[in-house]
Nanobody, 123 residues
Framework: QVQLKESGGGLVQAGGSLRLSCAVT????????MAWYRQSPGKRREEREL??????????NYADSVKDRFSIFENSTKNALFLQMNRLKAEGTAVYYC??????????????WGRGTQVTISA
């Protein structure tokens, strides 16, 4: 299993850019996929929206609302995950969470979450 810690959130004007980072520690080899989710104001935890995901072999997918504006990538050692966000829109204001999914030694699946980082986009 892994531990996740996000950073890089803040206040930015619509149209601007921001890069989020997620530090990953623990058993990196157990991770199959990493992702960024966001929870908009007034939404419950169960309503977190998948923003972007990347598999261990580098395949990516994005929510339609962020395609061509956001980019998810990892560093070469896979102990850091990033989300480059360009042309930000006010509706993107949310707490952004780093997520990891994988398999533990006994084959049991796990999901790990960070504590989130606030992104506020002013119109």
């Amino acid at each position: 299993q892994v531990q996740l810690k996000e950073s890089g959130g803040g206040l930015v004007q619509a149209g601007g850019s921001l890069r989020l980072s997620c530090a990953v520690t623990g058993n990196l080899a157990s991770v199959n996929q990493m992702a960024w989710y966001r929870q908009s104001p007034g939404k419950r935890r169960e309503e977190r929206e998948l923003v972007a995901a990347i598999t261990s072999d580098g395949n990516t997918n994005y929510a339609d609302s962020v395609k061509d504006r956001f980019s998810i990538f990892e560093n070469s050692t896979k102990n850091a995950l990033f989300l480059q966000m360009n042309r930000l829109k006010a509706e993107g204001t949310a707490v952004y969470y780093c997520n990891a999914g994988g398999t533990m030694g006994a084959g049991a699946p796990f999901t790990s979450w960070g504590r989130g980082t606030q992104v506020t986009i002013s119109a």
